[in-house]
């Protein structure tokens, strides 16, 4: 089992950046594949990005691609989103995720979450 915490959130003007972390507990953290996802006030939850255990593949989404990027630190049992280029349209609470399966794209592929970190992008 792991647990995951978020953190890094917060307010930013449209063009800025943010880096979220998620640190997990457990010492086998490098068995996990993780997966980001966001979810904005009256709207469904979605993908951002995962990456596999190794950090060998990295999927993002379309709307997201080319200014965020996903990295994770094993030693540190942390993995990271690196927000640029912000837009209010990014306003949502952000969710990472674990599975020891495959870095999915849909949510119910990941077995554990973490409580979420709000980030708040000002126009």
């Known amino acids: 089992q792991v647990q995951l915490v978020e953190s890094g959130g917060g307010l930013v003007q449209a063009g800025g950046s943010l880096r979220l972390s998620c640190a997990a507990s457990?010492?086998?953290?490098?068995?996990?594949?993780m997966g980001w996802f966001r979810q904005a006030p009256g709207k469904e939850r979605e993908f951002v990005g995962a990456?596999?255990?190794?950090?060998?593949?990295?999927l993002y989404a379309d709307s997201v691609k080319g200014r965020f990027t996903i990295s994770r630190d094993n030693g540190k049992n942390t993995v990271y989103l690196q927000m640029s280029s912000l837009q209010p349209e990014d306003t949502a609470v952000y969710y990472c995720?674990?599975?020891?399966?495959?870095?999915?794209?849909?949510?119910?592929?990941?077995?554990?979450w973490g409580q979420g970190t709000q980030v708040t992008v000002s126009s």
């Open positions: 457990g010492r086998t953290f490098s068995r996990y594949d």
């Open positions: 995720a674990a599975n020891d399966r495959r870095p999915g794209l849909s949510g119910r592929e990941y077995d554990y």
């Open positions: 990456i596999s255990w190794s950090g060998s593949t990295i």
